[in-house]
């Protein structure tokens, strides 16, 4: 392939992957808010946002709005094109680099590119969860919220790209976002193989969004641990003014010694039903758009 037909994919593989992006966060995040809400609450806090998600949701709405549900989306909103082009591109790219001599990509390949592109993709959309994570944090009305911008520009000048600032809780990013993707991409690529495709459209459509779903739920029940421990240090603190929650892999010792082990497990329900069908919605968009635009562009 010439320079310019490279080119011209890679194009398209982002086009796709941010399209991708866009339509996944429109529809579900209301889901990631319940997640969050849920994750950051615990342990002298109690349960300070509800104790199920009937419960949340009632809560919201009656002290904060019927759009409290949306909180924190210009960050996903203006991070998602580019955080889902970043994931689908890279894992494209990733993939020719572990084919390691072979004529078609392996279990194996899926696995690693699938990994590095969940690392790639977790280091550029941290600043965003910090903000976003803010954000749904934030107990007010929605139009009493504090923008994104301001936010932003506070953490900025507070604590700067460092492990205080836009960069709080990197590892634990990194681990959510490698961990899902490695198990995504991995299930969604080897286990379609094993399924022939329908002849009838809609049957097709049906094949892909079962395995995606599949793929979505599978890798949110596995990184969840990884996600609890990024909400708990980039959220609020139990106790104003001291520093709890600071890196990844202690932060989910303390979460467990303190609160259990399903403590490590808070949101599940909510990310399941956002990243189960979300998934599916991604790679469904994805392939679609990119398959569009292949014949379109």
Not at 73 to 92: C, D, G, W, Y
Not at 129 to 148: I, P
Request: aromatic fraction near 12%.
């Amino acid at each position: 392939m010439t320079v310019g037909g490279k080119m011209k994919e890679a194009g398209q593989q982002i086009a796709a992957g941010g399209s991708a992006g866009l339509v996944e966060v429109s529809l579900m995040h209301p889901l990631d808010v319940i997640k969050t809400r849920f994750q950051i609450q615990g342990g002298p806090q109690g349960e300070m946002y509800g104790t199920s998600m009937v419960d949340l949701v009632k809560k919201m709405y009656r002290t904060e709005g019927a759009l409290s549900v949306y909180k924190g989306i210009l960050p996903p909103i203006l991070a998602e094109t580019p955080k889902r082009a970043v994931k689908f591109f890279t894992f494209e790219q990733y993939k020719s680099v572990f084919l390691f001599g072979a004529p078609s990509p392996t279990a194996l390949t899926f696995t690693l590119a699938g990994l590095c592109s969940g690392l790639t993709e977790g280091f550029i959309i941290n600043p965003f969860e910090v903000v976003k994570v803010r954000l749904q944090a934030e107990r007010l009305r929605f139009s009493q919220q504090t923008s994104a911008f301001t936010l932003a520009r506070s953490v900025f000048r507070e604590n700067g790209f460092g492990r205080n600032g836009f960069y709080k809780g990197l590892t634990a990013t990194l681990g959510r976002h490698g961990v899902f993707n490695m198990i995504y991409f991995s299930f969604y690529h080897n286990i379609k193989q094993y399924f022939p495709e329908a002849k009838s459209p809609k049957l097709e459509f049906g094949r892909k969004f079962a395995i995606g779903l599949c793929a979505g739920t599978l890798a949110s029940t596995i990184n969840i641990p990884f996600d609890v421990a990024k909400s708990r240090i980039q959220g609020p603190q139990p106790v104003p003014g001291e520093v709890k929650y600071r890196t990844c892999f202690k932060t989910m010792k303390t979460v467990y010694a303190e609160e259990g082990f399903f403590a490590l497990y808070k949101g599940l329900l909510p990310k399941i039903m956002r990243l189960g069908p979300g998934g599916a919605i991604m790679l469904l968009v994805y392939e679609h758009a990119y398959d569009w635009l292949k014949h379109n562009t």
